[in-house]
């Protein structure tokens, strides 16, 4: 039941990030900062299904805004 939560969390940011965020993240170049956040935020999926840390998940959703924003006013 746990790895179905995952499969929605996981397939929900890559389907996203395909479909609707890709091309324009792609076109700046900050894609990269975008899967790295996504992919921290499925670490922390696995923390919490493995009972090894309890995170709040969803006060780390904006930075799936915020990284690939602040990779933007950085550059």
């Not at 499969?7 to 792609?26: A, D, K, N, Y």
């Not at 990269?32 to 919490?48: E, P």
Request: overall charge positive.
């Amino acid at each position: 039941m746990r790895c179905l939560a995952v499969l929605v969390f996981q397939g929900t940011i890559s389907l996203s990030c395909t479909l609707w965020v890709g091309p324009f993240l792609r076109e700046h170049g900050l894609l990269g900062s975008f899967q790295a956040t996504g992919g921290l935020l499925i670490f922390s999926v696995a923390l919490v299904i493995l009972n090894l840390k309890k995170v709040a998940l969803a006060d780390y959703m904006p930075s799936l805004i915020y990284a690939p924003l602040i990779s933007w006013v950085w550059r």
